[in-house]
């Protein structure tokens, strides 16, 4: 007996686009990739501190564990439902608050400082 040949299963074999990190905080990672990817954070030792699914519009927040200090390298992937992993992104955390403004004069309507 010869049996129909069934068709075959499209794979997928393209790694996602490196994800793009918009906010770096010592607490969390900000930032989109594609839609529905893991997106791993690792530290400078290449631990994973943390881990989030983008959305159907490609953003993510991951939470990071522990948090890490003002000054520290992470490395960003995201990895595909196929398990395909993309580029590394690397950004570094911001986590100092910017100086307070200077007042140099204020009116009822406007401020002026630096």
């Known amino acids: 007996m010869i049996y ?7 794979t997928d074999g393209l790694a996602p686009i ?4 918009s906010t770096a905080s010592g607490s969390t990672v900000i930032g989109t990739a594609e839609f ?3 997106v791993t954070v690792t530290d400078s030792n290449g631990d994973v501190i943390g881990t989030a699914t983008a959305d159907s519009d490609g953003n993510y927040s991951v939470t990071l564990s522990p948090a890490q200090s003002d000054g520290s390298t992470l490395t960003v992937t995201a990895t595909d439902a196929s398990g395909n992993e993309s580029d590394q992104t690397t950004t570094t955390v911001d986590a100092s608050a910017p100086d307070a403004p200077i007042v140099s004069t204020a009116s009822a309507d406007t401020v002026t400082g630096t």
């Open 4 to 10: 129909p040949r069934l068709p075959s299963r499209a």
């Open 18 to 21: 490196a994800p793009a990190v």
């Open 36 to 38: 529905g990817s893991t």
